[in-house]
């Protein structure tokens, strides 16, 4: 079993439609969750960061942290084509912790 | 892409053949990192480095090696490349300074092995 499980998708939404993105982890001793946005044949871009529990807003994407299910969520709100990329979850423990990636979800906004 | 740059872009070789990919960044950060992308695995780690002649293996290592000599380069060698390592090959770097280990990708090396 992989310590990140992530949907590869693809996940097709028409635009304005709220995306969901889900990664699942085993470790428990994760703390910092990060979500990159990857566009094809291109070097991935770190999108939020959130720390522990809780929620982190940022125009129109919202990070989210549920530690006691080990889930967490990355919602787009009014999607756009521009939002079309695969999306990678990210995550480590405390101190210098290697990041442990999810495989992506892909993710197509159609106009 | 801020301040990273990757060489070659693309590169066929065949098997059997030493290849040499190259990680430069402007950003003076400590820590420089080799990944490889594959459909199914997603980004793993192959080296990283936290420091000039400071390197590590990372979860994939095995017919990889790697060189830094300055802070700004980090080079990945293949001394024999196989079919298998035809991937597509990322640098990332870090400094720590938010705290955690926030990592910023280079464009990326496509490699095909023949």
């Known amino acids: 079993q992989k310590e990140v499980e992530q949907d590869p998708g693809p996940l097709s939404v028409p635009e304005g439609a709220i995306v969901s993105l889900n990664c699942t982890y085993s470790n428990s001793a994760f703390q910092y969750f990060m979500w990159y946005r990857q566009y094809s044949r291109k070097g991935p871009e770190l999108l939020m960061y959130t720390y522990s529990s809780g929620n982190k807003e940022d125009g129109r994407f919202t990070a989210q942290v549920d530690k006691s299910s080990k889930y967490i969520s990355l919602f787009i709100r009014d999607s756009q084509p521009s939002d079309s990329a695969t999306y990678l979850c990210?995550?480590?423990?405390?101190?210098?912790?290697?990041?442990?990636f999810g495989t992506g979800t892909r993710l197509l906004v159609s106009p | 892409d801020a301040g990273i740059t990757q060489s070659p872009r693309h590169k066929v070789t065949e098997t059997g053949t030493p290849v040499t990919l190259r990680c430069h960044q402007t950003?003076?950060?400590?820590?420089m990192y080799w990944y490889r992308q594959d459909p199914g695995h997603g980004l793993r780690l192959i080296h990283y480095?936290?420091?000039?002649?400071?390197?590590d293996k990372g979860e994939v290592s095995d017919g990889y090696s790697v060189s830094r000599s300055k802070t700004e380069d980090f080079l990945l060698t293949l001394e024999s490349a196989t079919s298998s390592q035809t991937s597509v090959y990322f640098c990332?770097?870090?400094?720590?300074?938010?705290?955690?280990?926030?990592?910023?990708f280079g464009p990326g090396t496509r490699l095909t092995v023949l």
């Open positions: 990332a770097i870090s400094d720590r300074q938010s705290g955690y280990n926030e990592q910023f």
């Open positions: 480095s936290y420091g000039v002649k400071d390197t």
């Open positions: 950003e003076n950060h400590r820590y």
């Open positions: 990210a995550m480590s423990g405390t101190g210098f912790q290697k990041l442990v």
